[in-house]
């Protein structure tokens, strides 16, 4: 919920603060590879986003000195799983976004230098070739440097960790009616100087 048109497509009003959840390790894979879907899943949702890789310990860093800590930025699809998200246990925002195969990342760690402004990045995800979300991080809520101060006052972020730091409009959710991904889907997904990625989806294989 960090791109206010985003939140009014989920129906839900901008956050004063930024809205925290964690991804498993498990959930972390390769730029092109398959994405599972779930046993029980029939709310697959992608959401392309800029994924900030910390490259310095942080812990209370003022905000004015947060990109001193960044290592650089990457590409990354935030697949959820609303159902399991929203629905299940009342709602439980971990257990819908850290199934595995939920964060593809990369194809590149493009270090801090080489982006002149985090906050003027387009990005793009199409499905089986039809644009679905279209965006840019200058419509961020939170930019980059307040979401790592942010963070860093309530956890020690370290060396490697990576923040994923929301989604455009555009996401199967917002659509009337909503549109979530089956097997045989084809998802492309892309930021301005950070690549391009390519999931297949594919149903649990037990």
């Not at 939170?142 to 020690?156: E, G, N």
Request: hydrophobic share 35%; aromatic share 8%.
């Amino acid at each position: 919920l960090n791109y206010a048109d985003h939140a009014r497509e989920a129906g839900i009003a901008p956050p004063a603060e930024p809205v925290l959840f964690m991804k498993a390790v498990s959930a972390i894979c390769g730029p092109n590879d398959d994405t599972i879907r779930p046993r029980d899943s029939n709310r697959l949702d992608h959401e392309v986003e800029l994924g900030v890789v910390i490259g310095t310990r942080a812990s209370y860093v003022e905000e004015s000195r947060a990109l001193d800590y960044v290592a650089g930025y990457c590409l990354a699809n935030d697949i959820s799983e609303r159902g399991f998200q929203l629905e299940r246990g009342g709602g439980q925002w971990d257990k819908g976004k850290g199934c595995d195969t939920f964060a593809p990342l990369g194809p590149w760690l493009v270090t801090r230098d080489e982006i002149a402004d985090p906050q003027n990045l387009s990005l793009y995800l199409d499905v089986n070739g039809e644009r679905r979300q279209t965006g840019n991080t200058a419509n961020m809520i939170f930019p980059v440097a307040h979401i790592v101060a942010y963070l860093s006052c309530f956890l020690t972020l370290m060396p490697g960790d990576v923040i994923l730091t929301g989604t455009p409009p555009g996401v199967g959710l917002g659509m009337k009616p909503p549109r979530f991904l089956n097997p045989g889907d084809e998802v492309r997904l892309g930021i301005a100087g950070l690549g391009e990625q390519h999931q297949r989806i594919i149903a649990w294989p037990g």
